[in-house]
Nanobody, 123 residues
Framework: QVQLVESGGGLVQAGGSLRLSCAVS????????MGWFRQAPGKEREFVAG????????SYADSVKGRFTISRENAKNTVYLQMNNVKPEDTDVFYC????????????????WGQGTQVTVSS
């Protein structure tokens, strides 16, 4: 059974940093594409960042390029999202997800999801 557990969310001031973690069991993160998504109440889930299984290729939404970094620690079977210079508009629930194949920005193509972690950025 595949399980993803996010942690690291919380309240942070604008301009600050947070690191989200996604611990995975039942699937080896280095063999699958991993993605981070965000969702605000009443809105669709949207792509934030992804890391491919091969060579650690990464992809980012334009809104977070240069501020967020996705990475993977194979020994811990964990994926991270380092969030720097956060803005109030980054306030959302953040989810990690996994899929076979390539990184995709479409949440419908991911087959396992975590429960989400709330990030709140104060101005």
């Amino acid at each position: 059974q595949v399980q993803l557990v996010e942690s690291g969310g919380g309240l942070v001031q604008a301009g600050g940093s947070l690191r989200l973690s996604c611990a995975v069991s039942g699937r080896t993160v280095s063999n699958y594409a991993m993605g981070w998504f965000r969702q605000a109440p009443g809105k669709e889930r949207e792509f934030v960042a992804g890391i491919a299984r091969t060579a650690g290729f990464t992809s980012y939404a334009d809104s977070v390029k240069g501020r967020f970094t996705i990475s993977r620690e194979n020994a811990k079977n964990t994926v991270y999202l380092q969030m720097n210079n956060v803005k109030p508009e980054d306030t959302d629930v953040f989810y990690c997800a996994t899929r076979s194949g390539y990184i995709s920005s479409s949440p419908n193509l991911y087959d396992y999801w975590g429960q989400g972690t709330q990030v709140t950025v104060s101005s």
